[in-house]
């Protein structure tokens, strides 16, 4: 599943609710946060809008330090593009901050119905649709769920989707409420957008009115109508979502593809439609594809990570959970066809074919490319539940040198730091980056805060590709390792875990550390010697 969408929700309902080079490193890695000042003034939106940009030493905040690496080490020095695949929901190639970041598949003429490069998919020009006309879909637990009684994983696939549809429910009585609510001070007063004051004005002896007056008296006070009108369709959006489609075993949303999903040969289906049927469904992938590469210092948007990269559209992932067979084959494709980064912003807790993927992996690091994916936006220690997919499962050795597993931080440095949605594990991912209020491209010339271990991952991703672009000797492994030990190391006390409780940062990832474009260019430039 994108993994974006479940963090919103929940936050919206929780929101209404509750209103009811021989540079030297960077100084030294930062031991302790009391070491380091706090910032105490609100970020100016300009940047926030790139706050992944900034440094911590100079601007307080804990972003990845591209600005100051660009500045200071990458002035005069030349590049070479690298291609970076993004197998997402879809990228809006049209969009006007990612021109001139497309790839363009060389071999293929557009539009001519033919399969010029022999790849086996016909007019791949900006990449490949593996979803077809497809969007909304099950998750995996509700397809197992689906097939009955025997199929493995049943018991424990039935047991969390009675206890999703629960909570699904129990949610959709409150925002059908709050709707409610809405619809009778809109009926009480003749106008759709009213206001605070509007609201404070009313005068009804109505018990029921006056608890919606009140309702919205403490609603409006800490937002506007429209942003409340936004929040809550998107409550809306993501309810009967769950219960059209993702939670309901009768749906099928793959009938459209026309694919065997368990049969991997199986590769004839899909299209070279990479936005996909309707623009909006890729807000997803355009988002994650511009934290990558949007044009730098163009006054558009935020400013993507690396300059000089291709992005190649990979959609594979619909609304709902992804499927292996598409996963496996997008990356392949990608692999296959130049990329040498790919970024997967997805994941999901059942895997039928997760062996389909590991040999997809395997075969990415056979070819020197590396994969970025996020660690998912659950709260949960990943040293405990296994996420699909991964380098590694149950504990076992990992399985590739070429994976990187990423975690959320936020823009505020401190016990607050990491992002209360984001997965942990101190075996299973393996450093964290800013995944928190991300600026970027969507669809249709836009552009949006969005958040999630998906913002987090392609902005490792972008940093992976500005080092392959300005050290293209160096090796996927070695870039691994130069992005794992080149963060800064923290020691500070954080909130993790659905109970937000507190964890050495050290504690809560493999090297303890947030990913530092600057400090990863000086070490690949002294492993490039």
Not at 84 to 99: M, P
Request: charged share 25%; with cysteine; proline share 4%.
């Amino acid at each position: 599943m994108r993994t974006l969408k479940p963090i919103l929700s929940a936050a919206i309902v929780a929101l209404v609710l509750s209103s009811c080079g021989s540079s030297k490193m960077i100084s030294t890695p930062i031991e302790n946060i009391d070491n380091q000042p706090l910032k105490t003034t609100p970020i100016a939106e300009n940047d926030l809008k790139r706050w992944s940009d900034l440094d911590l030493v100079k601007d307080t905040i804990p972003g990845m330090s591209v600005d100051k690496a660009y500045a200071e080490l990458l002035k005069g020095k030349k590049s070479t593009t690298v291609i970076v695949g993004i197998v997402d929901s879809g990228v809006d190639i049209r969009h006007e901050d990612l021109q001139g970041q497309i790839w363009v598949n060389p071999k293929e003429i557009a539009n001519n119905g033919k399969d010029d490069d022999n790849n086996g998919y016909i007019d791949d020009i900006n990449g490949w649709n593996f979803l077809g006309d497809s969007n909304d879909e099950q998750l995996e637990k509700t397809r197992i769920v689906a097939k009955g009684p025997g199929t493995p994983d049943y018991e424990k696939a039935k047991a969390e989707l009675d206890a999703d549809i629960a909570d699904v429910m129990q949610t959709k009585q409150q925002i059908d409420m709050i709707v409610g609510a809405d619809k009778a001070i809109k009926n009480y007063l003749k106008k759709d957008n009213f206001t605070l004051e509007d609201v404070k004005a009313m005068q009804t002896e109505d018990p029921t009115l006056s608890q919606y007056k009140a309702m919205f008296t403490q609603i409006l006070a800490r937002q506007s109508k429209e942003d409340f009108d936004k929040r809550i369709q998107s409550g809306v959006d993501y309810v009967y979502d769950q219960l059209n489609y993702n939670l309901n075993v009768n749906f099928d949303g793959r009938k459209v593809v026309g694919d065997n999903i368990d049969d991997l040969t199986d590769t004839k289906y899909g299209n070279n439609n990479v936005i996909g049927p309707d623009p909006e469904d890729a807000k997803h992938g355009t988002h994650v594809a511009g934290i990558v590469a949007q044009v730098r210092g163009n006054g558009k948007g935020g400013d993507g990570v690396a300059k000089d990269v291709k992005i190649m559209a990979v959609r594979a992932v619909p609304n709902g959970d992804e499927y292996d067979k598409d996963i496996a084959l997008g990356i392949r494709y990608a692999v296959d066809n130049g990329a040498k980064v790919i970024n997967g912003s997805f994941g999901k807790y059942f895997s039928p074919h997760k062996e389909w993927v590991q040999d997809a992996l395997k075969y990415a690091a056979s070819k020197d490319v590396l994969v970025i994916f996020a660690a998912g936006n659950d709260s949960k220690d990943l040293d405990v539940v296994n996420k699909y997919p991964s380098d590694s499962y149950d504990g076992a050795p990992e399985i590739s040198n070429n994976v990187i597993i990423v975690g959320a931080i936020g823009p505020e440095y401190g016990s607050n730091m990491v992002a209360p949605f984001s997965n942990y594990g101190k075996k299973n991912v393996d450093v964290f980056a800013p995944g928190m209020k991300i600026y970027a491209t969507t669809p249709n010339q836009t552009y949006e805060y969005l958040q999630g271990t998906s913002m987090a991952s392609p902005n490792v991703a972008g940093v992976a590709a500005l080092i392959r672009s300005y050290y293209p000797k160096l090796t996927a492994a070695q870039v691994k390792q130069i992005i794992l030990n080149s963060g800064l190391a923290l020691k500070n006390d954080v909130k993790v875990g659905d109970d937000q409780h507190k964890a050495n940062f050290a504690e809560v990832s493999k090297t303890g550390r947030i990913v530092n474009a600057y400090n990863a260019l000086i070490m690949a430039e002294q492993m490039s010697k």
